[in-house]
């Protein structure tokens, strides 16, 4: 039997220092330049690993990262833990509520998105030469598999840019997150298939109808019967309120866990399992917003940068860069999948204005086209030149991402904010202690205030949107909003709570300021760039406070007067 020396209990213990410590540092300098910590996780791996340390210093990185095969072992387990949990917590962002409200334009972007960027790069990796193809006799196979990596998109890196743009919660970023759900879906479904006939080495018609029949049959029992027994776990966990976020992320874990060992038993890839029971669970509205956010935090904390500086310590990037791989992967990467996107976008009823952005946020490959890659280097799929050009081309496009974004959401033409918002639309102290009921209280008060608006109309429209994505923020604010289609310009109305009212807010705090939003039908351009609005100036901590102590509605307007006088948001 063997067993763990305390060398390698000691040498494990000090990569895992080194690689999660700077790859924190870095991270926090990254995400200060408004960019993803993606590259700066895998700038430490590559800064540790034979690139530059065994390069320039092959005795300091041999002593620390020795070719032991027990060593490297138990640093592996643990990055592939990484990978586990990051297609899990992928998973869970995933709204299938909402992205079945959606349907139609859903599936008009997050199929025109997967079958044009295949069918794109399928036949540009056709004309690369000859010594990049490993077995000449599996070509199609092999074009295939590149071109499956190079179609799915990277869902976490694209929220989080909404989230910085302050979008998460508007039409257009859940539009844009339900189209990248279903994107999701229907990548790791082809990529699973394509990954398993490729691991069998040859295409007949037996094996794809079985590997087919068992990842189409096991998707669809997880989606239904799956989803099903899932939320009535995560509602009895709460019913008998056991201790949270302990109990759900514990059956989180071991539903993951049997999803992937079956998943894996069939041939699919363990991974695509973790992937649905993320799904499996991620729209139970009993489960708690903190307790996702728990999940999220120990993921992005710990697993996912120990994976990412992982990858640098196993290729020499430097020996195995081709700049024409790197090249066509970056430029397929982005490229294809923005005029996949932007071709199914515009065939729906989404504005002109709004279709740039759809297009943009679908373009990032990041951590997907990285974990894709992996698993074929794994499996000896690909060449190690290959993975250094998928890496480059997924750290590229998650980079251009944020910058790429904020350009095309920013470049409108500006008006007042003050325009939509009068001192007749505040409420200094909300009667009602619960969500639903600060809502009654404001759509009573715009109705009132609009002659065209009846308030069991604008509150069964606001209550539909606030049931397909909840609209509660950090920093105890609530930004309720619907389009109603009797309205001819934005209205904008303030319910302040001084006790405060859970609207179940990622951060789990208790909400003090409910902006009630109305725009007309047609216009959702105007709808983002107020949220977005409300979201920075409200945010800040010093404007909080001075409106938790103003005394009454003169008060709070002229604090909401001085503080939105200059600011200014963008209209078409």
Request: hydrophobic share 50%; proline share 4%; net charge neutral.
């Amino acid at each position: 039997m063997n067993y763990l020396s305390e060398e390698n209990i000691f040498l494990f213990l000090i990569q895992v220092f080194l690689l999660l410590g700077l790859s924190r540092v870095l991270g926090d300098v990254f995400r200060r330049w408004q960019q993803p910590a993606l590259p700066a996780e895998i700038a430490v791996g590559i800064f540790l690993g034979p690139t530059i340390l065994g390069r320039f210093f092959p005795q300091v990185h041999t002593a620390i990262f020795p070719h032991n095969a027990v060593q490297m072992t138990m640093f592996d387990t643990v990055a592939w833990f990484g990978v586990f949990y990051l297609l899990l917590e992928t998973g869970l962002e995933i709204d299938l509520l909402s992205a079945w409200r959606q349907r139609a334009e859903v599936l008009k972007i997050a199929i025109s998105d997967i079958v044009i960027p295949i069918a794109i790069s399928f036949v540009v990796f056709s004309f690369l030469p000859d010594h990049y193809f490993p077995d000449s006799n599996n070509k199609f196979l092999f074009l295939l598999f590149l071109a499956s990596v190079v179609s799915i998109s990277a869902m976490p890196i694209a929220a989080r840019a909404l989230a910085e743009l302050k979008m998460s919660k508007t039409d257009l970023g859940s539009l844009i997150m339900s189209a990248l759900s279903v994107n999701d879906i229907l990548g790791w479904l082809i990529f699973a298939i394509v990954l398993g006939l490729s691991v069998q080495g040859e295409i007949n018609l037996l094996n794809l109808s079985m590997l087919f029949g068992a990842t189409l049959g096991f998707t669809a029992v997880a989606l239904t019967i799956g989803r099903k027994f899932a939320h009535s776990i995560v509602e009895k966990i709460r019913a008998q309120k056991m201790p949270e976020p302990g109990s759900s992320l514990t059956f989180i874990s071991l539903l993951a866990l049997l999803c992937g060992a079956l998943t894996h038993k069939l041939g699919i890839h363990a991974i695509f399992g973790f992937f649905l029971a993320g799904i499996m669970v991620g729209d139970a509205r009993s489960l708690p917003e903190k307790s996702r956010q728990v999940i999220s935090q120990m993921v992005y904390a710990i697993f996912v940068p120990l994976f990412f500086a992982g990858i640098g310590l196993k290729i020499d990037f430097l020996q195995n860069f081709d700049f024409l791989l790197v090249g066509i992967f970056t430029g397929l990467g982005i490229f294809g999948k923005f005029i996949g996107a932007w071709i199914g976008v515009s065939l729906t009823a989404v504005s002109r204005s709004n279709r740039l952005p759809v297009a943009i946020a679908h373009t990032t490959g990041g951590m997907m086209e990285i974990v894709v890659g992996l698993v074929a280097l794994e499996n000896k799929l690909i060449s190690e030149p290959i993975f250094t050009a998928i890496v480059c081309g997924a750290v590229i496009s998650s980079i251009t991402l944020g910058p790429w974004l904020h350009f095309a959401i920013n470049n409108r033409k500006k008006v007042s904010f003050l325009e939509f918002f009068n001192r007749r639309g505040i409420i200094a102290n909300l009667k009602s202690n619960d969500k639903n009921g600060a809502i009654v209280e404001l759509c009573e008060m715009a109705a009132e205030q609009e002659g065209r608006l009846y308030a069991e109309d604008v509150l069964q429209a606001v209550i539909t949107r606030e049931n397909i994505v909840g609209t509660g923020v950090e920093a105890g604010i609530a930004l309720p909003h619907a389009r109603m289609p009797n309205l001819q310009r934005p209205i904008i109305l303030l319910g302040r709570s001084l006790v405060g009212i859970d609207w179940n807010s990622p951060d789990g705090e208790k909400t003090h300021f409910v902006f009630l939003i109305l725009t007309p039908a047609n216009d959702d351009d105007v709808q983002v760039q107020i949220l977005r609005a409300i979201s920075r100036v409200i945010s800040k901590e010093d404007v909080r406070s001075e409106l938790l102590e103003s005394q009454d509605n003169q008060g709070l307007w002229t604090i909401v007067d001085r503080e939105f006088t200059v600011f200014q948001i963008v209209k078409r």
